[in-house]
């Protein structure tokens, strides 16, 4: 067999009957996860360009899309979903030679799910598999990951969406083996989207890749080949994305630990990297009460990879908006230190200007750190280190940041994070509502009324 077609023997091996108990339990915590992050997003700019977008295009009446009734075909509602999901910068993120935001893949599971009548327990199944298989690109690769090739590293999420749409669509494992690699001729992207000033195009990144796999699942059940040796051959993605991968690795079966478990969810809308430091920068604000003027320096403690890729990057020092701003470990430990904490009201257009803000990051630097290196990229930790104007010194680091599989957050936490949220999109009736289905979700039998739980007020 061709790697693709080991790949698509794994994706259908992978049912909910064999699943673990932690796994699914796993998958549910993500699920809630995500549509907090997902409601929150629903009035931002690029929501609304997104759903005006897919109306615009019309098509069959498939998917629903999150925070409305309104249905559209499934390719399009991942589209607006996936905009949703990665938009404020607070959905799941892994690290391994590249970096991930595996929650994208939720949009083609629902989306494609309600098209395909499938029950939660398949959704939940087929989001398991596709974890397991974006997460194992992002391990397998050549060191340095493609987004050293100067490739998006959302660009693996072309495999696992195609591959979580056509086993929802199908247990043939000759169209999943083509809709991966009719996907992954297509659906590369460039990662020049996350460096220098941020565009709001940065929302629909894994958007646009996760509709792409859809598209090629479809085409692929409509009887469309891709290429056999997608990712084995002498022009495959294997040699010219991932510049070396280890196809045996790749295409084992799972026998121990799913990489469900491995995701780490955020407490905070920001950059993965800065999880670590705004909690430190927060907790020593309540601690020791720290004010703007007592600050004579701070120094943001990371591993190497992160300390070099932000240091280089002077668009993000001063940041003018959003995009940037929850992408600048300055602004983002700076806040965190001024306001005691790192949410909404903190990355307004007036806070991201004020000169507040701006003459603390001027006394801001950033720092490698030995220890957080060489735990990197099992995890990626950082912590804080403040001088006082009299000569004290605070500190506090995180060796793993809170939502990491080693700190994580509970289950409580992940409700308040919907709650809060959804506050002023849902009504509190509405929000316990989709917590209480969430927890059943694998009961589920009609994954549209489950989606049009989200309708906002």
């Given amino acids: 067999m061709f790697v693709r077609d080991e790949l698509a023997q794994l994706v259908a091996s992978i049912r909910y009957e064999a699943l673990p108990p932690a796994v699914v339990h796993a998958s549910k915590r993500v699920l809630l996860d995500t549509l907090a992050c997902a409601l929150r997003a629903t009035r931002s700019a690029p929501a609304a360009i997104a759903r005006d977008f897919a109306h615009q295009l019309g098509g069959n009446a498939e998917s629903t899309v999150i925070g409305t009734r309104s249905r559209s075909s499934c390719a399009l509602a991942t589209f607006v979903n996936g905009t949703l999901i990665r938009y404020l910068d607070n959905n799941d993120y892994y690290f391994g030679h590249d970096s991930a935001h595996p929650s994208g893949n939720l949009a083609p599971a629902l989306a494609v ?44 999420m072309q495999f696992s969406s195609a591959a979580v749409a056509a086993s929802l669509m199908t247990d043939d494992r000759q169209i999943i083996a083509n809709a991966l690699s009719i996907a992954g001729s297509h659906n590369n992207t460039l990662a020049q989207s996350q460096r220098g000033h941020i565009p709001s195009m940065k929302a629909t990144a894994e958007a646009t890749i996760a509709k792409g796999g859809v598209e090629a699942a479809l085409l692929a059940a409509a009887g469309l080949t891709g290429p056999q040796e997608i990712f084995e051959g002498s022009a495959g993605w294997g040699k010219i994305v ?30 993965a990297g800065a999880i670590g430091p705004i909690q430190a920068a927060i907790d020593l604000k309540r601690e020791h009460r720290l004010t703007s003027g007592a600050i004579a320096s701070v120094t ?27 992408h600048s470990y ?3 430990v700076a806040v965190a230190l001024l306001d005691g904490a ?21 006394r801001t630097q950033l720092e490698s750190d030995a ?6 990229p099992q995890s990626s930790g950082g912590g804080v280190k403040v001088t006082t104007s009299d000569g004290g010194q605070f500190e506090k680091t995180y060796a793993y940041p809170p939502g990491h599989p ?18 002023g999109i849902l009504t509190p009736a509405a929000v316990q509502q989709v917590i209480d289905e969430v927890w059943k979700f694998e009961r589920c039998s009609d994954i549209g009324a489950f989606v049009q739980l989200t309708e906002a007020i």
């Fill in 406 to 423: 080693r700190n994580p957050l509970s289950d409580a936490q992940i409700e308040r994070k919907l709650k809060e949220l959804a506050d």
């Fill in 330 to 332: 300055q602004y983002c």
């Fill in 113 to 156: 799910g309600e098209k395909a009548k499938r029950a939660g327990a398949d959704v939940i199944a087929a989001l398991v598999a596709a974890y397991e298989l974006q997460l194992r690109l992002c391990d397998l690769v050549a060191a340095g990951g493609i987004s050293g090739g100067g490739w998006h590293p959302g660009t693996d």
């Fill in 300 to 326: 943001v403690k990371l591993h190497a990879y992160a300390a070099k890729k932000a240091g280089g990057d002077a668009a993000k020092l001063f940041p003018a908006d959003k995009e940037t701003a929850d």
């Fill in 371 to 376: 220890e957080l290196t060489k735990l990197f």
């Fill in 242 to 271: 991932a510049r070396g991968l280890d196809f045996a690795a790749l295409c084992a079966p799972v026998t121990e630990r799913y990489r469900m478990l491995d995701t780490c969810l955020k407490p905070y809308a920001a950059v």
């Fill in 342 to 362: 790192c949410g909404e009201a903190q990355f307004t257009d007036a806070r991201i200007q004020s000169s507040e803000v701006r003459n603390l990051i001027a």
